[in-house]
């Protein structure tokens, strides 16, 4: 190689990679200061108005004078908003640790979403699972609106009833599952006409954020996977790995009310994929009957209420408010603790 030889390909690729990695460790590390500086702001302040009056209008009064001062030294990004925000942001958290540990790891705009939560279960939730997630400020909004945190809390209290070792059991499948589930990405238009081919299309044409709403660990294995023995074939709507959960997870789309017919084929689907691609180091197979409606008598006297694999959960296809979900939520709660009901007292006679 000569002094006039163009620098290879593969140098050029690599000290771009070395730039790049080191531009994202220096912005990564400004970010985890200025959050750590707007919660030391935040204390700071908290501790100016507790030496100063305890009246309200101290405490604007210092807020107010803050943001002036603190504008025409350093310019903007100090609005009066913005410096009740560290304050609040303090308030969120008044301990350190959490700040350090969990808050530096996200950036500024994504902790302004999550200290908005008023349950602070929700918030501790979201904080920790957008760190480990890693969501962009979009997706931890869109989850926020959706109830994320809750219908996955509605999904964990069908099982109250199981032992200790039971709920061991289940505790993994239940943080993955959630009742119901939200598909307003696909755009599908009121009132919903499509058919189930149409919505598992449109579904797999957003895999995307499928698998986000999906949650965790979820990973694509095949549309309408078929799978038979030596006399017969079956086609199965979505069919999905979990390396977290390791086991295969099974969907069966159902534009209508969930019926009998519904649990006994998803249970023959999982017997099936158990039997003939469940590997060594496998779970059991999970099988998940998404319906936009559940008939109760149908989850009470089916093989539902007795299986740990098979479950059955309502979607929906546009986003719903925040009352209608609670409500729905709520309709899901009450229908799980009258089953549980009946159940102790079957068991008590």
Not at 205 to 215: A, I, K
């Amino acid at each position: 190689m000569n002094e006039f030889d163009a620098p290879s390909t593969s140098l050029i690729k690599d000290v771009v990679q070395i730039l790049q990695l080191a531009r994202q460790k220096v912005y990564s590390a400004v970010n985890s200061e200025m959050v750590i500086a707007y919660w030391k702001m935040g204390r700071r302040i908290v501790q100016e108005e507790q030496h100063g009056e305890q009246k309200a209008a101290y405490g604007e009064a210092i807020l107010k004078t803050l943001s002036i001062a603190l504008t025409t030294e350093l310019g903007k990004g100090f609005s009066y908003a913005n410096i009740r925000n560290f304050r609040q942001f303090y308030l969120t958290y008044p301990d350190e640790a959490i700040c350090y540990a969990v808050c530096s790891k996200l950036s500024w705009s994504h902790n302004r979403l999550i200290m908005r939560i008023e349950s602070p279960e929700a918030r501790a939730y979201y904080l920790n699972e957008c760190a480990d997630q890693m969501w962009s400020t979009r997706t931890l909004e869109r989850n926020i609106n959706s109830s994320y945190y809750q219908r996955l809390l509605s999904s964990q209290k069908q099982n109250t009833h199981l032992t200790n070792n039971e709920k061991s059991e289940m505790l993994s499948a239940n943080e993955f599952i959630k009742d119901p589930y939200v598909f307003e990405f696909l755009n599908i238009p009121e009132p919903i006409s499509a058919l189930e081919q149409d919505i598992e299309k449109a579904l797999i044409g957003n895999l995307q954020q499928f698998l986000l709403e999906l949650g965790k660990g979820f990973s694509f294995v095949g549309r309408q996977f078929r799978i038979g023995t030596e006399t017969s074939h079956f086609y199965i709507d979505l069919v999905f790995y979990n390396y977290l959960l390791k086991c295969f997870v099974l969907f069966d789309l159902k534009t209508g009310k969930l019926t009998h017919q519904d649990t006994g084929q998803m249970d023959m689907y999982i017997r099936m994929f158990d039997d003939l691609k469940k590997q060594d180091d496998d779970n059991p197979t999970i099988g998940i009957i998404l319906c936009t409606e559940k008939d109760e008598t149908v989850v009470k006297y089916s093989i539902l209420s007795d299986s740990k694999q098979l479950f059955a959960t309502k979607y929906m296809l546009y986003l719903p408010t925040e009352d209608e979900l609670i409500a729905e939520i709520e309709r899901e709660k009450r229908a799980i603790e009258t089953q549980l009901l009946t159940s102790s007292q079957k068991s008590g006679t």
